[in-house]
Nanobody
Framework: VQLQASGGGLVQAGGSLRLSCAASGTIFGVSAMGWYRQAPGNQRDLVAI???????RYADSVKGRFTISRDNAKNTVYLQMNSLKPEDSAVYYC???????????????WGQGTLVTVSS
């Protein structure tokens, strides 16, 4: 079972990007999927997360600009990023929490990271 993220790149300030992350393998359910980011020299911080009931949580710095969505049938999570700022530049990691891979078997998974660079 693994996560595969895509969609990062270079964009000018004010632009948009859409990140995608799909979980593959034998999965019986996922409690929450979301995105974290880590800039050089900084810790990895939550950007946005959505649980299986579609409840969401956003970092204050991205509220109103980023939107998380999820396709539970495909075990895929998306992050639409609008009005990007240079301070949004970071490696973005997708995460899947409470992934059920068997009877009484749950794991937390991390994707490989995708780089987002916002130029001023």
């Amino acid at each position: 079972v693994q996560l595969q993220a895509s969609g990062g790149g270079l964009v000018q300030a004010g632009g948009s990007l859409r990140l995608s992350c799909a979980a593959s393998g034998t999965i019986f359910g996922v409690s929450a999927m979301g995105w974290y980011r880590q800039a050089p020299g900084n810790q990895r911080d939550l950007v946005a997360i959505m649980n299986s009931g579609n409840l969401t949580r956003y970092a204050d710095s991205v509220k109103g600009r980023f939107t998380i969505s999820r396709d539970n049938a495909k075990n895929t999570v998306y992050l639409q990023m609008n009005s990007l700022k240079p301070e949004d530049s970071a490696v973005y990691y997708c995460a899947a929490l409470g992934v059920q891979i068997g009877v009484d078997r749950f794991e937390h998974l991390w994707g490989q990271g995708t780089l987002v660079t916002v130029s001023s």
